[in-house]
């Protein structure tokens, strides 16, 4: 039963270290300019006092 754990723990670290890496990689190529103003979005929809998945998707698209 070990060795499964074991693959099943390795898998699951690999796949976070692997978005971890993707979100750095994303990160890292947007401008200043295009990370402030997913700041602001983001800023914004939190002081409205909720975020809608309307709102969410919005973001998402206008930033990626």
Known sequence: MEPYIEGA?????GIGVGIVIRAKLWWGSKTRAQKLALASDLIDSVEDGKVTAEEAKKIIRTHL
């Not at 723990?9 to 670290?13: H, K, R, S, T």
């Open 9 to 13: 723990a390795g898998l699951i670290v």
